[in-house]
């Protein structure tokens, strides 16, 4: 079949679109010691982890239930503690708690119901929490899931391209030009979430940076105000984002996801419009430092 020139500008746009991932997916094991990454990132050999990414490019931090090692999907957006995959539940043969607990979506509504089970022991992030309860997860995509809950008393760093990820409970101290500093924008709801102040195409917004997410979120209300158009591929549906602003750092998004951020939105001064992803977590080493209230980009 031969292609007419709008189907080869589509064609070469979703290329563009597709390798970029394909490398990502497939990164080879960092070169890096946990020394060496410690040192750079202020943090001591044992407070430093190696972490895996799956094939959307979520990061997996090592743990173990009960006696069985487990990979446990960080996800910065879960706001409800540990959860585990129904697959695993049963293997392990835990004992169902007989509590049931409902999901919402960004939007508010509702999404699904969770089961509780009775767990022994969940060791994650150097912490082993004992007698606890786990929800199930609505598949197996990952063995086991954890928020950002049970760091909000510490600092951690993840560094998607070397694969590593450091947690410590003393300060970050921001050292040269080329880190960036924000205030960490609080809501007494969702405790923990990640929100900066930023630009996308010269509008300011409140910026979600979530490893829950593989790509880069915009909300509906953005894509007039700051002039997106669609970018559709094969594999992806969305709009192209030119320009997103973080302090001194530029990022483009080829094909950003509409989304509806009215529920998260609830409690901050002005309303969340974008929520950043894999796309751009993998450009940068995020450095979230809950004591002190700030987030730093390298």
Same mark, same amino acid.
């Given at each position: 079949?031969?292609? =007419?020139?709008?189907?080869?500008?589509?064609?070469?746009?979703?290329?563009?679109?597709?390798?970029?991932?394909?490398?990502?997916?497939? =990164?080879?094991?960092?070169?890096?010691?946990?020394?060496?990454?410690?040192?750079?990132?202020?943090y001591?050999?044992?407070e430093?982890?190696?972490?895996?990414?799956?094939?959307?490019?979520?990061?997996?931090?090592? =743990?173990?239930?009960?006696?069985?090692?487990?990979?446990?999907?960080?996800?910065?957006?879960?706001?409800?503690?540990?959860?585990?995959?129904?697959?695993?539940?049963?293997?392990?043969?835990?004992?169902?708690?007989?509590?049931?607990r409902?999901?919402?979506?960004?939007?508010?509504?509702?999404?699904?119901?969770?089961?509780?089970?009775?767990?022994?022991?969940?060791?994650?992030?150097?912490?082993?929490?004992?007698?606890?309860?786990?929800?199930?997860?609505?598949?197996?995509?990952?063995?086991?899931?954890?928020?950002?809950?049970?760091?909000?008393?510490?600092?951690?760093?993840?560094?998607?391209?070397?694969?590593?990820?450091?947690?410590?409970?003393k300060?970050f101290?921001?050292r =040269?030009?080329e880190?960036?500093?924000?205030?960490?924008?609080?809501?007494?709801?969702?405790?923990g979430?990640?929100?900066i102040?930023?630009y996308?195409?010269?509008?300011?917004?409140?910026?979600?940076?979530?490893?829950?997410?593989?790509?880069?979120?915009?909300?509906?209300?953005?894509?007039?105000?700051?002039?997106?158009?669609?970018?559709?591929?094969?594999?992806?549906?969305?709009y192209?984002?030119?320009?997103?602003?973080?302090?001194?750092?530029?990022?483009?998004?080829?094909?950003?996801?509409?989304?509806?951020?009215?529920?998260?939105?609830?409690?901050?001064?002005?309303?969340?419009?974008?929520?950043?992803?894999a796309?751009?977590?993998?450009?940068?080493?995020?450095?979230?430092?809950?004591?002190q209230?700030?987030?730093?980009?390298?």
């Amino acid at each position: 079949m031969i292609l =007419g020139q709008p189907q080869r500008t589509a064609f070469f746009r979703t290329m563009l679109l597709f390798f970029p991932w394909l490398f990502l997916n497939q =990164g080879c094991q960092t070169a890096l010691d946990p020394v060496q990454w410690g040192k750079e990132h202020q943090y001591e050999a044992d407070e430093t982890v190696r972490i895996k990414m799956d094939r959307h490019h979520f990061p997996l931090v090592p =743990g173990k239930i009960n006696t069985q090692d487990v990979q446990v999907f960080f996800d910065t957006g879960n706001f409800f503690g540990l959860q585990i995959g129904p697959d695993l539940a049963r293997a392990l043969k835990l004992t169902p708690s007989g509590s049931e607990r409902k999901n919402y979506a960004s939007d508010g509504t509702y999404r699904y119901s969770q089961k509780g089970y009775d767990v022994g022991s969940f060791t994650v992030f150097r912490t082993e929490f004992k007698n606890l309860e786990m929800f199930e997860m609505t598949d197996d995509t990952f063995e086991a899931s954890v928020g950002i809950r049970d760091l909000l008393d510490r600092r951690f760093t993840i560094d998607y391209k070397n694969r590593f990820m450091g947690i410590s409970s003393k300060p970050f101290e921001k050292r =040269g030009n080329e880190i960036d500093e924000f205030p960490l924008i609080g809501n007494e709801t969702l405790k923990g979430m990640i929100v900066i102040e930023g630009y996308v195409n010269g509008i300011e917004t409140l910026v979600q940076i979530d490893t829950g997410k593989s790509r880069t979120t915009i909300d509906e209300d953005l894509i007039v105000r700051a002039g997106l158009k669609e970018n559709n591929s094969l594999f992806q549906r969305g709009y192209q984002v030119d320009l997103i602003t973080l302090g001194k750092k530029r990022f483009s998004v080829a094909c950003a996801k509409v989304a509806n951020f009215k529920a998260i939105s609830k409690g901050y001064p002005e309303p969340i419009l974008v929520g950043i992803g894999a796309d751009i977590l993998s450009r940068i080493v995020l450095t979230v430092d809950y004591p002190q209230k700030k987030v730093f980009i390298r």
